[in-house]
């Protein structure tokens, strides 16, 4: 936990954030709001295959992480959760 950004963690304390317990809150946050060591910090601890296992059952990511995460991992964005959830959720009209 310490040497990951304390600024992921502006809403909860950092000393209660567990590795192990907290896996994907941990990697939901370095993605969407970590830096380039935030991310080797939990790709030396998770891998790949498990960081991209975890973020396949989130119900939201943002664009940019979606992408990130599809690119090193391989996977078809069709197979993360936030893609569909995406898809299906009702698009308001611009006018």
Request: charged fraction near 25%.
């Amino acid at each position: 936990m310490k040497n990951l950004s304390p600024r992921l963690f502006w809403d909860t304390n950092p000393e209660q954030v567990d590795m192990q317990e907290h896996k994907a809150f941990i990697i939901s946050r370095v993605l969407e709001y970590g830096t380039i060591s935030d991310w080797k910090v939990i790709l030396k601890y998770y891998g790949l295959k498990e960081i991209a296992k975890t973020a396949t059952k989130f119900r939201t990511l943002d664009n940019k992480a979606l992408a990130f995460i599809v690119t090193l991992s391989g996977i078809e964005k069709e197979k993360f959760r936030c893609y569909t959830n995406q898809l299906s959720a009702n698009q308001h009209l611009n006018f």
